[in-house]
């Protein structure tokens, strides 16, 4: 499987090229365009509880869409995320995972196993952190972020502060500490700030230049109010 990116960095496309019947699984609805020959299929990726616990905690679809060349042929598949921004393409190994947050997995190869797990508790109270996606095994994956991709390599020690809705995915071997950038609500609400991941490495982090969670924020004040 050999993974390319084009029409970075604002709207990128990613292409996944399989040799005779490799597989690929991707985002649901994530697929832009395929070659001929290749087999689609969705499927709940590891189980009812386990796509169930992806799909409500992780951000992520129920079902994950497996792409499959053609036994004799080799084959591609064009994939995009649902809105404008860059893509960056990781291996995992089985003794380094990454950490992605809510719906930033776009795909991975067959070897990468996708689980959920806690990353924080600012879902609990409306914020973008919560649960996140964790990728392990051995593979490719491709997270898409909005915006701009930034890449923080962190020393033994070293590290920095970043708003959660803007934090991509980090290495799981980064120590992440979640916290209120403003003690109390009334200064919360002066800053404009509520949740920020203090990252320590050794390690990788990377973020976006826009948050979702804004965007949502400004479309909501924008339409009209229904009643």
């Known amino acids: 499987m ?3 990116v084009r029409h970075q960095p604002s709207f990128a ?8 019947g490799e597989q690929v699984r991707g985002e649901s609805g994530s697929m832009a365009a395929h070659s001929w020959g290749v087999e689609v299929q969705a499927q709940m990726q590891g189980g009812l509880m386990r796509s169930l616990s992806r799909s409500v905690l992780g951000g992520e679809s129920l079902y994950v869409t497996t792409f499959t060349a053609h036994p004799e042929h080799p084959g591609w598949v064009d994939l995009a995320a649902r809105l ?4 960056l393409v990781l291996d995992v190994e089985p003794s380094s995972g990454l950490v992605l947050t809510r719906g930033s997995w776009l795909a991975s190869d067959a070897g990468v196993e996708l689980d959920t797990r806690w ?3 600012s879902s609990l109270f409306g914020g973008e952190g919560g649960f996140v996606v964790h990728a392990t095994g051995r593979g490719t994956v491709v997270g898409a972020c909005y915006g701009a991709l930034d890449r923080h390599d962190l020393p033994e020690g070293g590290g920095f502060t970043v708003d959660t809705g ?3 995915a980090y290495e799981d071997r980064v120590q992440p500490r979640m916290r209120k950038v403003s003690r109390g609500v009334l200064q919360s609400m002066k800053s404009g700030e509520g949740w920020v991941f203090d990252f320590q490495g050794p390690g990788t982090v990377w973020t976006q230049s826009r948050n979702p969670t804004e965007l949502v924020g400004w479309l909501a004040a924008q339409l ?3 009643q």
């Open 2 to 4: 050999r993974v390319s």
């Open 119 to 121: 990353g924080g508790a």
């Open 224 to 226: 009209p109010n229904r």
């Open 84 to 87: 404008p921004g860059d893509a």
């Open 13 to 20: 496309v990613v292409r996944v090229e399989l040799a005779p």
């Open 166 to 168: 803007h934090v991509v």
